[in-house]
């Protein structure tokens, strides 16, 4: 019950996001328009002063790092794997692979990680996430134009690099190193930004979840969830215990592999040419489905 007290707001937020688009508080103007502000402003604001004024002594764990970046990895190629087996249409195949591997970090895993482990936790996650964010971007954008119709867009890697999100994880892990200390004013504003990220980016989250057409996507769309809530957190739990990882370190690695699959690889995906109705339907069945995958990797974690 503590377990799931503790989770529980996370989830209801995400409701009350949802229920916000049905009645019409939150148009498509306005979802749009909160989705942006929280990816682009306040989320960024969230990374730039947790991962910037962390003690890297403390904060990072190569082995974490290490072994989240190495499942998100072979998530990556398994996925594509599977789909050359099932001889997927090529708009599914960047899709899978993208929902699969591209967790919702920021949106759902840090509110998860605070509630679980607290602020130590927390500040761990996002300078974790600082260098997982850039990895699965580059990986979702790889496996997307791979297999997009028509010729492929040059750049990639300098798209990726100026997204928000990334720029601020990257430059926080550069002020951190530096031992950057911010001026008194500064750290008040980025404080107030992201104390207003987490609750935001649910809601947005929540107001954007819509249900694409599933039908002729349903193995793609199983396999994909499959992997990022179960296998993915499951092959970071056996190697993080391996190797010898403390309990903190195994919460925040698993809890960061165990998040749904990213709301941004919906427009991504759109963009690149893949399925839109197989990332929708990750999105949304992920993050469902995260409600009882959470609970019980947390059950799992406090009985290790």
Do not use: C, H
């Not at 604001?45 to 990895?73: D, H, I, R």
């Not at 997009?148 to 190193?177: E, I, M, Y």
């Not at 199983?222 to 992997?227: Q, T």
């Not at 919460?251 to 941004?264: C, D, F, H, K, Q």
């Amino acid at each position: 019950m503590e377990v799931f007290a503790g989770l529980a707001p996370v989830f209801l937020i995400l409701a009350v996001g949802v229920a916000a688009r049905q009645v019409g508080l939150l148009d498509e103007g306005g979802a749009g328009g909160l989705n942006k502000l929280v990816a682009q402003v306040a989320l960024p604001a969230l990374l730039l002063l947790k991962v910037g004024t962390a003690s890297l002594e403390e904060s990072f764990s190569p082995l974490v790092v290490g072994v989240t970046t190495a499942l998100v990895l072979a998530t990556t190629v398994l996925a594509l794997l599977l789909g050359r087996i099932w001889r997927l249409p090529n708009a599914q195949m960047g899709v899978l692979a993208q929902a699969a591997q591209r967790g919702n970090l920021a949106y759902v895993a840090f509110p998860v990680i605070l509630a679980a482990g607290g602020e130590a936790a927390l500040r761990a996650a996002a300078v974790t996430a600082a260098v997982l964010i850039p990895v699965m971007n580059l990986l979702a954008v790889w496996a997307l134009e791979q297999y997009r119709g028509g010729p492929r867009r040059r750049g990639t890697v300098l798209r990726v690099l100026v997204n928000p999100l990334v720029a601020s994880a990257l430059a926080g892990l550069g002020l951190a190193a530096a031992g950057w200390q911010p001026w008194r004013w500064l750290a008040a504003t980025l404080e107030i930004l992201a104390d207003f990220a987490l609750p935001a980016a649910l809601l947005a989250l929540g107001s954007q979840l819509t249900l694409g057409r599933w039908r002729g996507v349903a193995r793609p769309l199983a396999a994909a969830v499959a992997l990022k809530l179960m296998v993915q957190p499951a092959g970071g739990l056996w190697l993080l215990v391996t190797l010898g990882a403390t309990p903190g370190e195994v919460l925040v690695g698993v809890l960061l592999l165990a998040a749904p699959s990213a709301v941004a690889s919906y427009p991504v995906a759109v963009e690149l040419g893949g399925d839109r109705d197989l990332a929708a339907a990750a999105v949304v069945l992920s993050t469902v489905g995260a409600l009882l995958t959470y609970v019980a990797w947390n059950l799992v974690l406090g009985a290790s």
